[in-house]
């Protein structure tokens, strides 16, 4: 933290901090950014900076599902899609640590990666159907989107909640935006499709996109920090080659978990 406004109380110049910046205060490829002091919170310290880089956005995401949208339980089934992806990876730990059996989706070469994560179930999606083989969930995290999503909801038992991160988006997403309520209207017929097929099966649907929370990123620091959760880092690019980064993502050469761009000259 280079410089800290008058009204700001809690954090000093030299603290280290993350964060995942609130919507329409994005522009997190810099080297300053002003940011609302809700959105921030000191960085695990048990992580380096590149690390608890890779945090904020999946972590958020993972706990605004699981924790504030589906309240998961011990004991509860849990279905996260694309497990070796930057936000399955960080949600099979989460929904792990909060007592649930998890399944996870898969490629072959990412068996062992989601199994070490706690995965208890491994469907490889690249030869196998999950929706034939899965049943009784209390909860699907659908992260793929559009036939992964409606097959989804077949995996829940009744009452089951299936919550898509990549949509349809519902009226609650309007609302959340404080968008005018013509906007939940339209929301909610992009969704009517996948809503009508959840409440034929006698199940819900959401749609969630994560929000900044400095506040759930306290609770979260002390969860990495003692070893609940930790990043899961496919690569890491050096500021000047952020273009490289993007290119790489865009074209999901990705193998496990999150792109971190460094500060650091040399890291690679
Ligand atoms: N709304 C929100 O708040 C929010 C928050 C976070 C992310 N997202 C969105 O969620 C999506 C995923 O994000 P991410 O960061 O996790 O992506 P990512 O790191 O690029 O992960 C992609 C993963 O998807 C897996 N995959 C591909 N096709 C699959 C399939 N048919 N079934 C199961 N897994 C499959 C791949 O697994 P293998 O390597 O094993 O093949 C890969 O690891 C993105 O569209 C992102 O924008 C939204």
Redesign the pocket.
């Known amino acids: 933290m280079t410089r800290v406004g008058s009204a700001v109380r809690g954090f000093e110049v030299g603290d280290e901090v993350y964060a995942r910046p609130r919507d329409l205060r994005i522009g997190g490829f810099a080297e300053f950014i002003a940011i609302d002091q809700g959105d921030v919170a000191p960085k695990p310290a048990s992580l380096t900076l590149q690390e608890a880089a890779a945090v904020p956005?999946?972590a958020?995401?993972a706990w605004?599902v699981l924790v504030d949208r589906a309240a998961v339980k011990p004991g509860q089934k849990v279905l996260i899609?694309?497990?070796?992806?930057?936000?399955?990876?960080?949600a099979i730990q989460l929904a792990k640590h909060l007592g649930a059996t998890v399944a996870?989706?898969?490629?072959?070469?990412?068996?062992k990666?989601?199994r070490d994560l706690g995965a208890d179930v491994v469907v490889d999606?690249?030869r196998e159907d999950?929706s034939k083989v899965l049943s009784g969930y209390d909860l699907v995290l659908d992260?793929?989107?559009g036939a992964?999503l409606e097959k989804s909801l077949t995996v829940l038992k009744p009452g089951g909640l299936a919550v898509?991160?990549?949509?349809p988006p519902d009226a609650g997403f309007a609302e959340q935006l404080g968008a005018p309520s013509f906007m939940g209207l339209i929301m909610n017929i992009l969704s009517r499709k996948v809503r009508k097929q959840a409440k034929s099966l006698g199940v819900r649907y959401r749609?969630?996109?994560?929000?900044a929370n400095g506040s759930q990123l306290r609770t979260l620091a002390a969860l990495y920090d003692s070893g609940k959760l930790r990043p899961v880092i496919?690569r890491t690019f050096p500021f000047d080659r952020t273009l490289e980064a993007m290119a790489y993502?865009e074209q999901?050469r990705?193998?496990?978990?999150?792109?971190v761009v460094s500060m650091e000259p040399d890291s690679e």
Not at 164 to 167: A, D, N, P, R
């Open positions: 956005l999946v958020l995401a605004q899609h694309a497990g070796a992806g930057g936000l399955g990876s960080t996870t989706t898969a490629g072959t070469d990412s068996e990666l989601v999606y690249t999950f992260s793929v989107g992964n898509s991160v990549v949509g749609f969630l996109f994560m929000q496919d993502v999901g990705t193998k496990a978990g999150k792109v």
